[in-house]
T-cell receptor
Framework: NAGVTQTPKFQVLKTGQSMTLQCAQD?????MYWYRQDPGMGLRLIYY???????DKGEVPNGYNVSRLNKREFSLRLESAAPSQTSVYFC????????????FGQGTRLTVV | QKEVEQNSGPLSVPEGAIASLNCTYS??????FFWYRQYSGKSPELIMS????GDKEDGRFTAQLNKASQYVSLLIRDSQPSDSATYLC???????????FGSGTRLLVRP
């Protein structure tokens, strides 16, 4: 039972470098989400995808891009990393509908120096 | 104004007491509401979901929803030290499936 799998778990980047965070779910969910979590800030939505082939901006999309590669996979790309993007990133997925639970990956701890 | 607001706490209660956590939201068309628990360094996990006005009980947990006041709460009865965690309120924006979280309330249960 893999659920939601994120890679990598840890990453250190230099300012200006690019990288892609990968997320895959095996629950056949329609919706997938990317959040960042900073101390005392809860989860802030970066981008989400309500179905394969669609993506929408969340609360804090600047500096990020996403790709819904297929129903299983939703990647988050940092084109030019900045220290302000140091955070813990969570991917989540859920079925569409009322009262449906979102399942989370284990998180990626990203440090930009 | 944030779409989902919570008091950051910490809320400190003695073991065995009732802990009351509150959340307000701004979007009147929101339909589904969730409470997640997050231990330090871990991923959030679902405790309760509610989408009808009134109370919903599950063991020691009760979720309360008042759509007219745009208010949702979580009561934890007989609080245990293992309940010490951050509690995140989440709101699902209907039709768009946009899931927004509050900043979380840290709960400390004193033995």
């Amino acid at each position: 039972n893999a659920g939601v799998t994120q890679t990598p778990k840890f990453q250190v980047l230099k300012t200006g470098q690019s990288m892609t965070l990968q997320c895959a779910q095996d629950m056949n969910h329609n919706s997938m989400y990317w959040y960042r979590q900073d101390p005392g800030m809860g989860l802030r939505l970066i981008y989400y995808s309500a179905s394969e082939g669609t993506t929408d901006k969340g609360e804090v999309p600047n500096g990020y891009n996403v790709s819904r590669l297929n129903k299983r996979e939703f990647s988050l790309r940092l084109e030019s990393a900045a220290p302000s993007q140091t955070s813990v990133y969570f991917c989540a997925s859920s079925e569409n509908g009322l009262n449906t639970e979102a399942f989370f990956g284990q998180g990626t701890r990203l440090t930009v120096v | 104004q944030k779409e989902v607001e919570q008091n950051s706490g910490p809320l400190s209660v003695p073991e065995g007491a009732i802990a009351s956590l509150n959340c307000t939201y701004s979007d009147r068309v929101s339909q589904s509401f969730f409470w997640y628990r997050q231990y330090s360094g871990k991923s959030p996990e679902l405790i309760m979901s509610i989408y009808s006005n009134g109370d919903k009980e599950d063991g020691r947990f009760t979720a309360q929803l008042n759509k007219a006041s745009q208010y949702v709460s979580l009561l934890i009865r007989d609080s245990q030290p293992s309940d010490s965690a951050t509690y995140l309120c989440a709101v699902l924006m209907d039709s768009s499936y946009k899931l927004i979280f509050g900043s979380g309330t840290r709960l400390l249960v004193r033995p």
